[in-house]
């Protein structure tokens, strides 16, 4: 069982930045696929960007690659998310979600994750 908990949700003017943080309660993260998703309302949950730590690889969504960053700090357990030239489109709930490799097709669904955190909220003002 793995508990995610998200911070760094605010309200920012179009163009600005901001870092999200997840808090894993284990400390085998590497041992899981780790992902962001986000959910405007309304809308479905919409895949953002997933990490497989073992390999090395990241994938990004079109519609934010270039303008966000997965990075982490294993001495903290904490898994980040650098979000750089933000837009209205980008105001949504946040969340992380951590699961097991299923293929790189696979692991931008929702369905693909077994634990998730309680989301934050990004609210970006034109």
């Known amino acids: 069982q793995v508990q995610l908990a998200e911070s760094g949700g605010g309200l920012v003017q179009t163009g600005g930045s901001l870092k999200l943080s997840c808090v894993a309660s284990?400390?085998?993260?590497?041992?899981?696929?780790m992902g962001w998703f986000r959910q405007a309302p309304g809308k479905e949950r919409e895949f953002v960007a997933f990490?497989?730590?073992?390999?090395?690889?990241?994938t990004y969504a079109a519609s934010v690659e270039g303008r966000v960053t997965i990075s982490r700090d294993n001495a903290k357990n904490t898994m980040y998310l650098q979000m750089n030239s933000l837009e209205p489109e980008d105001t949504a709930v946040y969340y992380c979600?951590?699961?097991?490799?299923?293929?790189?097709?696979?692991?931008?669904?929702?369905?693909?994750?077994?634990?998730w955190g309680q989301g934050t909220q990004v609210t970006v003002s034109s």
């Open positions: 979600a951590a699961g097991f490799w299923r293929g790189g097709r696979l692991m931008v669904l929702p369905a693909s994750y077994d634990y």
């Open positions: 990490v497989n730590w073992s390999v090395g690889i990241t």
């Open positions: 284990t400390r085998s993260v590497s041992n899981y696929i």
